[in-house]
């Protein structure tokens, strides 16, 4: 036989032995497939016929015979042995957990002994030692198959499977070789896509147990399968060349140059050494480079990200000594972190900066990235848990100076986010009870809870931050005394200096009130059983200082903070001052202070630390004590002389008070005077058991409509009858269904002859675009505005005349006073016209416009600043909380969470401490104040406090500039040569009992039992509530 003759036969035996192995393969798939729907196909046709054709009596009889016995039979089936195979499968059972990774070995067997087949030619077949290894693993493959295929409930999409088809193309070309004691290396291949089974094998044996874990097995599984069958398939077709053009084509590639090729070609390099020749490798390229493109692009970067991420945020704090650090948990997002940095950075005025350990729950975005990039030198971000104690062991939350827990404000579910930050705190409070916790919550009777951890200490820095209930706060006091918030705002909130131009003397005004905040320190032991009105007198002169308010200690835990107490409340030993000043050396002034040294100096800048303040004592704990007893006993004997029963004057229970926020009157502060006043004054009303809130009985919700009184609420009905149970206790409230965008709903209610209309916005946030989270509030403002036009001109039809303190005889401004809540402050553009997009204002400076300073737009974006400003003084938030919330007590805290509502005390006398409160109030100047046009604040001050006991502590002044609707502008803690205007009007701390006179234009206002009439304005989910 001649060379050309052998050449032709062995193509020929090689053409028909590759056409028996590809043959096994496809008739097995296409026959069972036809079996499968032949046998679906007669299933219905069965059903069909049994329905319409075997109709006749008999048959239904012998029908019903055999029919339960079949039923049986397949419950049986079904039951026993198709439940114990599908947990077998599912590996919830030891077996089936051995099955499983069994079968996965194996298939990476199969596959290794491919790899070693690979080092012969393709296209010689050849007698295979490792052949009846292959041949005893695909026999298991085998079984395996029958086995899921009983379990499989849809036969036709089993059959369609990836498993299935690589099984199919798998395990019969091994059956033909063991037959034909010959070996092809065909579709064998396909075996690599086993590696998809990788990640439920690790999850199997609990090697991954994190998310990230699990995502990586996932991402690595797809590229190497990926991969792996690439190159498998080019080493096929290159090897063995085009079938219509007699194998011409072929060329030598072994298996790793093919996975040389797979992998440059995915990564878009293509050095072009090593390339396909064969028209079936080039069609199948064409399709994998669009493939292993986006595969390459989308899951190499998520792997290296992963990998990287997980050591770059899993590494341990390494504790500095000496540097204090803090750690910060909770809401961890762009917007939060952005906000805190800002607030947080700008208040912090020491030498060495705290450090900022960030513990989030998932890892930074890109965005979040560059901001802890920018700002690496104070902060550090860590992937990990406040719920996980390692995470927390991590971050060394032992050695850190506190806890901050930060609130998703927007939140579209505020009771899973408060529980979550809850959860957080009571956390780190069991591993760590000495730690320092501030927390932000939105919900506030959830504050009883974290009061309940028995760790927790007021006296140590643990501090609560209830966003809602100081906004709703500081909303409502904005009603009562306009300009209040501004005022607030700047006293109380630290913010990064900007050199700005000062333009006009109202900014520069506005500007130097910014310079002005809240501190605290020591009073000095030479102030001594000195009354607050004369301690608070001699810091404005001597000290120029002013002092607000004081923390009354009676013990270790019962403190307050009383907010210009009466006369009758002594200056203690080690009392604590809040003061109004620039920067903490000049509030050291009153701690520094000594007779002996300091009484002939004229410039408070010279008063310094004296060598004689240590000669000074400080009184022991028992001392403190012992006087507590003296002063007790002196208040009960008084009292009995009164008449008045001693229980009525304490807290219930006489438990010591807990919270450093309570702005409750101590026992021994309240003289008898005091309580005759509140009694007289609350003779014929009634208040609630914690003595906080006048109390009625309630008030079925069809009475409170159609009727205007004093504060009405218009919005949705349906949704004020879900919320009417915890408001019907509440005296002089009215409801009417409507919206503030119809015109005739607000004639209804006469909201023209309101004093104050508020617009409450929405919690929940309807668009993610920020310019249109406010539209509704926008649009009522605008609507509401516009009315002011369409009022009657008449003097008894005057629209909006402003209860103050002014001569009654001017008419004021015909307009409508509106207060509208902005979720975005941004957003004041469309409300105030003369703030333009290409105006350049900074965010922090808005403050300055006329629609802010005049109150008429509130936002709450400067409440996040409170965590920062916390953190440095906790005493802070206590006194702010007794100013917008006017106090708590730990009874009230217990009812709004056991019961939500409150319950009436029938005893007008039992509670006379917690009304026995200062209050805030706008006073005009008077006639007995405004002695002389040259008359200066330093003046006015001490005439006021003199004359009347009231508290100033800021000045409310018309702009400049035309001014139709008399809008005013607020300027916190005026210089003393300040010159005051006719015009002006005073942010002032009012005490309990000051009346009105004919001297001093007090209105009923200053008294609580007296309300203005009010129209609020709000909006709650998707409801409109004006």
Not at 73 to 84: D, H, N, Q, T, V
Not at 510 to 518: A, E, P, S, W
Not at 519 to 528: C, G, I, K, P, Q
Request: net charge positive; aromatic share 10%.
């Amino acid at each position: 036989m001649t060379s050309t003759n052998l050449h032709e036969d062995r193509t020929f035996c090689t053409k028909y032995v590759q056409l028996a192995f590809i043959l096994s393969s496809l008739s097995i798939f296409l026959g069972g497939l036809f079996l499968i729907v032949a046998a679906r196909v007669a299933k219905y046709a069965y059903k069909f016929i049994s329905k319409c054709i075997l109709s006749t009596k008999g048959e239904q009889k012998q029908r019903a015979q055999w029919l339960p016995k079949m039923r049986q039979i397949s419950i049986r089936w079904k039951g026993a042995f198709l439940e114990s195979v599908e947990m077998m499968l599912s590996a919830q059972t030891c077996v089936g957990r051995v099955l499983v990774i069994l079968v996965f070995l194996l298939s990476i067997g199969s596959l290794i002994i491919y790899f070693i087949n690979c080092a012969f030619p393709v296209e010689h077949y050849f007698t295979d030692h490792t052949l009846s290894i292959d041949m005893s693993f695909n026999a298991f493959f085998l079984f395996y198959f029958g086995l899921r295929f009983m379990a499989a409930n849809n036969k036709l999409r089993f059959w369609l499977e990836l498993n299935s088809i690589v099984d199919f193309f798998t395990i019969p070309p091994i059956c033909v070789a063991y037959y034909l004691k010959r070996n092809w290396l065909g579709l064998r291949f396909l075996r690599a896509l086993r590696l998809l089974e990788l990640p439920k094998i690790l999850q199997f044996l609990k090697i991954t147990r994190t998310s990230n874990s699990i995502k990586l097995s996932k991402l690595l599984a797809a590229v190497l399968s990926t991969w792996l069958t690439a190159a498998g398939f080019i080493h096929l077709v290159e090897n063995s060349g085009d079938p219509w053009v007699h194998h011409q084509n072929s060329q030598s590639l072994s298996y790793f140059d093919c996975l040389y090729l797979t992998m440059v070609t995915m990564s878009t390099v293509g050095f072009g050494d090593v390339v396909t020749k064969t028209s079936l490798g080039r069609i199948f390229m064409i399709f994998f480079i669009i493939a292993g493109l986006v595969l390459f692009a989308n899951f190499i970067p998520e792997i290296v990200d992963i990998v990287g991420g997980n050591q770059q945020y899993r590494d341990s704090y390494e504790v500095v000594r000496g540097r204090k650090y803090i750690v910060v948990c909770g809401d961890i997002t762009l917007e939060s972190v952005t906000a805190f940095l800002r607030n947080f950075l700008a208040q912090d005025t020491g030498d060495i900066c705290t450090e900022i350990v960030f513990l989030g729950e998932t890892l930074p975005s890109l965005e979040l990235e560059t901001v802890f990039k920018c700002y690496s030198a104070y902060t550090t971000f860590f992937h990990g848990s406040a719920l996980n104690y390692k995470d927390l062991k991590r971050v060394a939350m032992g050695s850190a100076d506190a806890c901050l827990i930060l609130a998703d404000t927007c939140s579209s579910d505020p009771y899973v986010e408060d529980t979550s930050n809850i959860m957080r705190a009571l956390s780190v409070k069991n591993h760590y009870p000495k730690m320092r916790v501030i927390i932000q919550i939105i919900q506030s009777h959830k504050k009883v809870y974290l009061a309940n951890i028995p760790s927790w200490d007021w006296s140590r820095g643990d501090s609560i931050i209830c966003l809602s209930e100081l906004k709703l706060g500081f909303i409502a006091q904005s009603c009562l005394v306009p300009g209040l918030s501004t005022l607030l705002r700047s006293l109380f909130i630290r913010q990064k200096s900007t050199k700005v131009k000062r333009k006009g003397l109202q900014h520069r005004n506005v500007f130097d009130g910014n310079d002005y905040k809240v501190m605290t320190h020591w009073l000095s032991n030479d102030f001594v059983d000195m009354t607050f009105p004369d301690v608070c007198r001699f810091c404005f002169v001597k000290l120029d200082l002013v002092l607000l308010a004081i923390e009354f200690r009676s013990g270790v835990h019962e403190n307050s903070i009383l907010v210009n107490p009466s006369a009758q409340i002594k200056i203690h030993r080690n009392t604590m001052g809040f003061f109004i000043a620039k920067s903490k050396v000049e509030v050291k002034r009153a701690h520094f202070y000594c007779k002996a040294c300091h009484s002939d100096i004229d410039n408070p800048e010279l008063i310094k630390k004296c060598h004689c303040r240590s000669k000074s004592r400080t009184r022991s704990f028992s001392e403190c004590c012992e006087d507590k007893k003296v002063q007790d006993y002196e208040m009960i004997r008084q009292l009995h002389k009164l008449k008045i029963p001693q229980e009525t004057l304490y807290l219930p229970d006489r438990e010591p008070v807990k919270s450093m926020s309570l702005g409750v009157l101590p026992i021994s502060g309240i003289t008898p005077r005091t309580a005759a006043l509140v009694i007289e004054e609350d003779r014929n009303a009634l208040l609630d058991s914690t003595g906080m809130f006048h109390w009625c009985e309630a008030v079925p919700l069809e009475q409170a409509i159609l009727e205007l009184k004093d504060i009405v609420f218009v919005g949705s009905l349906e949704y004020m009858k879900r919320e009417w149970k915890f408001i019907q206790n509440f005296p002089k409230l009215l409801l009417f269904p409507g919206s503030a965008l119809s015109c005739a709903d607000l004639r209804a209610v006469n909201i023209r002859y309101c004093t104050m209309c508020t617009i409450l916005s929405s919690n929940l946030r309807a668009s993610t675009n920020p310019t249109l989270v406010d539209t509704e509030s926008i649009l009522a403002t605008l609507n509401i505005r516009s009315m002011q036009f369409k009022c009657s001109s008449t003097a008894g039809e005057a629209v909006g005349r402003v209860r103050t303190l002014e001569n009654e005889s001017q008419p004021s401004y015909k307009r409508i006073p509106v207060i509208t809540e902005l979720n975005a402050t941004s957003n004041v553009q469309f409300i105030d016209h003369n703030i333009s997009s290409t105006s350049h204002i900074p965010g922090q400076e808005l403050d300055l416009t006329t629609t802010f300073s005049s109150e008429a737009i509130f936002s709450d974006s400067f409440l996040d600043s409170l965590l920062s400003t916390t953190y440095r003084n906790h005493h802070i938030l206590a006194l702010l909380q007794t100013l917008v919330t006017g106090g708590t007590n730990p009874e009230l805290e217990e009812q709004l969470a056991e019961k939500n509502m409150l319950s009436g005390s029938f005893n007008s006398m039992a509670y006379v401490a917690p009304r026995a409160r200062c209050k805030l109030a706008l006073v005009p100047l008077s006639k007995r104040l405004l002695t002389d046009s040259r008359d200066s604040f330093g003046d006015i001050y001490c005439k006021a406090l003199d004359l009347f006991g009231i508290l100033c502590f800021g000045l409310y002044r018309l702009t400049e500039e035309s001014n139709p609707h008399r809008n005013r502008y607020a300027i916190a803690r005026p210089p003393n040569d300040f010159k005051m205007l006719p015009t002006d009007m005073l942010f002032c701390v009012v005490p309990f009992g000051t009346t009105a006179t004919s001297d001093l234009s007090v209105c009923e206002d200053l008294s609580p039992r007296r309300h203005q009439n009010h129209m609020v304005s709000s909006r709650k989910q998707n409801d409109v509530i004006l």
